[in-house]
C-alpha cells in the first residue's frame, strides 16, 4: 500500500518525516532483557520482549512524529520555532494548541478544568480509496507524558489538509523538553467495510484443532513465533 504524506514546500527540510512505527521502538525495549527472574516462578521467564503480539502491535504502522523541542514549565508549554515563508493560507504555525476542558468534560479524558493539548499536523495523509486512517496513542509508549485521544478520519477523501492529534496531558508534574521526533500517534489504515459477526459452537474438527494446538502451547514456549506468526510484517 501506497501513503502519501505531502507539506508546505518551505517545510520539506524542517520537518521530521513520518517514520514506520517498527523504526520507531522506544530505547526501553531495545534494552529489555528477554528474560527476568521471577520469585514466584523460582526461574527466568520471558519478558514481553519475547510476546510477538506485543511488538508487532508496537511496530504496525507508522508514527506522527513531534516537529519541534517543547519545553514544558509548571504545566506551561513552550518551543523556539519560527516558521516563515509559508506558502499556504491557514497553516498552522506552532506545533501545539488546545482544547478547552469543557469539550472533554463528562469523560474519562476530563482532568477537571485542565485543558487538552493537541498536536497539530504539518502533513497531509492520503490512503488509497476504500481506507480509512485509525490514529491512536503510541502502543505501549504509557512513559510518554500524555495520552492520544484515539480517532479515525476517512483519510482516502479528506487529504487536502492535515489532521490535528488531541490528546490529554497525563503527568501535571512533568518539567523537561519534549523531544523532536517523539512519536506522538501511531497510525495505520483500516479498510472501510461492514462487519458480519458470526457466533457458533465448535465443531469435532475445531475441538480436536483446539485440543492439538493447546497440547502444544503447554509443551514449549514459542509456538506462535515459530508456527503462526506471519513472516510479512508491514
Known amino acids: 500500500m501506497h501513503i502519501t504524506f505531502r507539506c508546505d514546500p518551505s517545510l520539506i527540510d524542517l520537518l521530521p518525516a513520518p517514520v514506520l512505527a517498527k523504526n520507531a521502538l522506544p530505547d526501553w525495549l531495545r534494552t529489555m532483557a528477554p528474560r527476568a527472574a521471577s520469585a514466584l516462578h523460582l ?13 508487532d502491535a508496537m511496530t504496525h504502522g507508522f508514527m506522527i512524529l513531534l516537529p519541534c523541542d517543547v519545553n514544558v514549565q509548571g504545566g506551561q508549554f513552550s518551543w523556539d520555532w519560527p516558521l516563515t515563508g509559508l506558502q499556504l493560507n491557514n497553516h498552522p504555525r506552532a506545533p501545539l494548541s488546545f482544547h478547552v476542558a ?40 504509557d512513559d510518554l507524558p500524555f495520552r492520544l485521544v484515539t480517532g479515525m478520519v476517512d483519510s482516502d477523501r479528506f487529504s487536502d489538509v492535515g ?17 523532536r521526533g517523539t512519536p506522538i500517534a501511531q497510525c495505520y489504515p483500516v479498510l472501510r467495510e461492514p462487519l458480519t459477526l458470526i457466533c457458533e459452537t465448535m465443531s469435532d474438527e475445531h475441538r480436536a484443532r483446539h485440543d492439538a494446538l493447546s497440547a502444544q502451547i503447554m509443551g514449549g514456549p514459542g509456538v506462535y513465533r515459530k508456527g503462526y506468526r506471519s513472516k510479512r510484517k508491514p
Open 43 to 55: 526461574r527466568r521467564i520471558r519478558t514481553v520482549k519475547q510476546c510477538p503480539p506485543f511488538v
Open 102 to 141: 469543557e469539550q472533554i468534560a463528562g469523560t474519562p479524558l476530563a482532568r477537571g478544568s485542565q485543558s487538552a493539548i493537541k498536536f497539530n499536523s504539518f502533513w497531509t495523509i492520503e490512503l488509497p480509496e476504500g481506507w480509512s486512517l485509525m490514529a491512536t496513542h503510541p502502543i505501549n509508549h
Open 163 to 179: 489532521i490535528n492529534f488531541p490528546a490529554v496531558w497525563t503527568k501535571p508534574d512533568f518539567v523537561g523538553v519534549l523531544k
